[in-house]
């Protein structure tokens, strides 16, 4: 359990300067979508978009979390669409600056949703695509538990909560109930969701009653869940005679006909109010002295929207413990806007009119929209004074919020086996290096001891099962292995401890990809260097894909290896067989993505991505592998060239007119067809095609340079398809979709008729599989012949 720090003494105006707070940052957000609109010039005619009713809406929770509750330990997702909110609040704390705020959704201003890479350090999560970065803190307060209990967090720094700001749509996202019921399986501890419930998403106002399910859901799952519906204004309402009728009236008004009451101000409420309560006794002695201004007020103060009840909530939660806690805050979204309430508000925007009679009222000078203290009572020293004493002022360390860990030393070469003469698979030998590495000794103790593996379910089938053995699961609470206690035969030794080193997941990928992220910001969220490990069923990679793309656009450096792929899981059938992802590992930025063929290239992939996952400039890595044993060949390989993407297994003589290239399990048939090629072509190469990812990023980048002015640039496979003809042919196999490699043909304006599966797959066994998607020897000689005739 956190140690809490008491509350700071209650000075006797910090809530009026919350207030202020608040008034501030709603004016600033307002202001920011307002001024990349309507004030900045366009020049492309576009809308540019924002969503000043999102920020209203969690002006209160976000003034309460960072100015009164949060401790800068803490790591917080925030709702995608609070984007400006945050960035004003870090204005306020003299971490952001006009130009960037000038700029939102401009090139070099803020980005439209918090961005850890674009944005800077001061982001804890990435958001945007809506549950993900909610789900994430599940994740990264188990890897921050996981690099606690390694002895290998940051010492210097106070354990954290993970808190995520999240709007009510977001729990409709399927993502957050599998991080639910994994949260539990692994007993997160110190986990905060703080929900803006408005009841409106982007298109309507939510069901009503929904979140008695939703709170249910959470409850069940070991979540303590704390509701603050209503603010201080109306709790006081209803302790006054007619107080409860009010009460129940609100409690039963739909959710679509609060909205609008909400949109349409006093007047409406009196008349809803007065034609069903008119006659109950005391209603009308609390609704008649009132303004019409006055009861709107009354009538949407909802505790997510009165600091004071936020405050209180949240903070005898935080006494409470450890619990992860879920907070349902009721809201108006758009409070205090024109448009509160009405449903279309999501993209709503202030026009130019509406915006001056805003400005009006939060008493902001023309020309001083961007003044910190502008329109605001208390004096610049008092509201620096305040600033100074909240806690979330004192930066986490003097180098910011992102940290920096040292790095694993990676040997030079990783404890390879001895393949030649053997058959093997890439994941066989995957298997076995990670045994190897398992074993702890000599110079790979270190390595070994910053490895986390974690698999959704396929820990055996995809080879981990050795490497389990000898480190063991990671579990909060040791937990012994019944099977073995019992003396029951099994392979698996799989006792759970908080030493362990392997997390198992249930199936959910989303999990996986969730997960990774978080372990493989390790580094910067507790100053841990993990090298994260993840292994998936290669077509599942789709199932998590959001997730990984998530993972990867925040910078995350882990090391995924999808294993068996493609048709050639032949008996599995269509559903299990993988036709697109050698085209998503190209297509995915910060992800370099590999499909080594033989157990040597894979030793010097794997060892690579240990560097490369740690490397500034580096990237998550994916390593594509197979179930299909191949002869291991004894040759001694150029890493470099494998790391780059191909190698020459058979250099084309000058001047070739034709060379076979492969990738992956089909290299047999490629390495077949090769030999009876050559006997009609003897200049003809063969190619090793380990990376076509890597092939085309040296590709463009190598452009790149040459129109910088660099005119000697050269990439990889522009060097290795030099030696060949202007009009030689290159006919290409890979066991996925076969445009992976079309675009070889553009490097030097030679023809390649690539092979491989475009069509779902089916049942089947190699041969015959190999036969029906064109991708066997025959097939492969066929294409050949096309080629040489041009
Ligand atoms: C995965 C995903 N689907 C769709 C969207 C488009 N979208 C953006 S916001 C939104 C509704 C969000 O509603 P809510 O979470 O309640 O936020 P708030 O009401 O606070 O604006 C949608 C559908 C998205 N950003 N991400
Ligand atoms: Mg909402």
């Avoid at 707070?21 to 020049?43: D, G, Q, T």
């Avoid at 954290?160 to 977001?170: L, S």
């Avoid at 990439?715 to 196999?733: K, Q």
């Amino acid at each position: 359990m956190n140690v809490i720090a008491p509350p700071p003494a209650p000075v006797v105006d910090r809530i009026a300067l919350l207030h202020q707070i608040e008034r501030k940052l709603l004016w600033l957000s307002a202001w920011m979508v307002h001024n990349a609109n309507h004030i900045r010039p366009n020049r492309d005619g576009l809308k540019v978009g924002g969503h000043q009713a999102s920020c209203a809406s969690v002006i209160s929770i976000m003034t309460a979390l960072y100015f009164e509750i949060a401790r800068p330990s803490d790591r917080i997702a925030v709702k995608p669409h609070a984007g400006p909110v945050f960035h004003a609040m870090n204005y306020l704390f003299g971490r952001q600056n006009v130009a960037k705020m000038a700029g939102l959704r401009q090139l070099g201003g803020v980005q439209p949703y918090p961005s850890r890479v674009k944005d800077g350090g001061e982001v804890d999560f990435s958001t945007g695509s809506v549950g993900l970065g909610v789900a994430m803190t599940t994740f990264s307060a188990l890897m921050a538990d996981y690099a606690r209990l390694h002895d290998l967090a940051r010492p210097d720094i106070a354990p954290g909560r993970h808190i995520a700001i999240a709007g009510d749509a977001e729990l409709d996202e399927g993502n957050i109930y599998e991080a639910l019921l994994e949260g539990w399986k692994h007993d997160v501890r110190n986990v905060w969701w703080v929900i803006d419930y408005n009841r409106q998403s982007l298109d309507s106002v939510v069901p009503d009653r929904l979140f008695g399910r939703i709170e249910g859901l959470f409850r069940d799952m070991g979540w303590n869940v704390v509701t603050i519906k209503y603010g201080r204004k109306l709790e006081a309402a209803f302790t006054r005679p007619g107080g409860e009728a009010l009460r129940r009236w609100i409690d039963d008004c739909p959710n679509s006909l609060y909205s609008a009451l909400a949109f349409q101000g006093g007047a409406a409420w009196r008349a809803a109010l007065l034609a069903e309560l008119g006659r109950t006794g005391g209603v009308r002695a609390i609704l008649d002295p009132l303004s019409d201004d006055e009861l709107a007020a009354l009538m949407t103060n909802l505790g997510g929207n009165d600091i004071e009840t936020l405050i209180d909530a949240v903070r005898a939660a935080d006494a409470e413990g450890d619990q992860p806690t879920c907070f349902i805050a009721y809201t108006v979204k758009g409070m205090g806007l024109p448009f509160a309430g009405h449903k279309d508000n999501h993209a709503g925007m202030m026009t130019p009119e509406q915006m001056e009679t805003f400005r009006g009222a939060m008493r902001i000078r023309p020309g001083h929209e961007w003044d910190r203290w502008e329109g605001l009572e208390s004096s610049e020293t008092e509201l620096q004074h305040f600033l100074a004493t909240c806690r979330f002022a004192t930066p986490l360390t003097p180098e910011g919020r992102a940290l920096r860990a040292p790095l694993v030393p990676v040997p030079a070469l990783l404890p390879a086996p001895k393949a030649t003469g053997r058959k093997m698979s890439t994941q066989g030998g995957f298997g076995e290096i990670l045994a190897e590495l398992g074993r702890g000794q000599g110079d790979y103790k270190e390595l070994a001891a910053h490895i986390v593996t974690t698999s959704p379910d396929v820990t055996v089938s995809t080879n981990l099962g050795p490497w389990v053995n000898r480190r063991g699961i990671f579990d909060r609470h040791t937990r012994n292995d019944v099977f073995r206690d019992a003396k029951l035969a099994s392979a698996q030794r799989w006792g759970m401890s908080p030493r362990g080193q392997h997390v198992e997941l249930g199936i959910a990928e989303q999990n996986l990809f969730l997960l990774l992220g978080a372990a493989g910001l390790s580094h910067a969220l507790t100053g841990a260097r993990l090298l994260p490990v993840g292994t998936v069923y290669d077509p599942f990679v789709n199932r998590g894909l959001d997730a990984l793309i998530y993972a990867c656009y925040q910078d995350a450096r882990f090391l995924l290896v999808s294993t068996p792929s493609g048709i050639t899981l032949a008996p599995e059938g269509g559903q299990h067989q993988s036709v697109n992802t050698p085209l998503i590992g190209m297509a995915a930025d910060r992800l370099a993505s590999f499909e080594p063929t033989h157990v040597d290239e894979l030793a010097i992939l794997l060892r690579h991505a240990f560097a490369h996952m740690q490397a500034p400039d580096g990237s998550a890595v994916w390593l594509r592998l197979s179930t299909r044993q191949l002869s291991q060949p004894d040759r001694v390989l150029d890493p470099a060239a494998v790391i780059a993407g191909a190698h020459w297994v058979v250099p084309p003589a000058p001047g070739a007119r034709i060379a076979l290239g492969y990738q992956g399990p089909v290299a047999e048939e490629a390495v077949a067809a090769f030999a009876e090629l050559a006997t009609e072509e003897p200049g003809a190469g063969l190619l090793a095609i380990t990376s076509p990812d890597r092939l085309h990023a040296g590709w463009l980048a190598a452009a790149r340079a040459r129109r910088g002015g660099d005119r000697a640039a050269c990439s990889h496979s522009e060097t290795l398809l030099a030696p060949r003809a202007r009009d030689a042919a290159l006919v290409t196999v890979l066991d996925g979709h076969p445009a992976t490699h079309a675009w070889l043909g553009a490097v030097r304006g030679q023809r390649v008729v690539p092979l491989g599966p475009d069509h779902f797959g089916q049942a089947g066994d190699i041969p015959d599989l190999y036969h029906e998607y064109g991708m066997d020897t025959d097939a492969i000689l066929d294409a050949c012949a096309q080629a040489l005739l041009g």
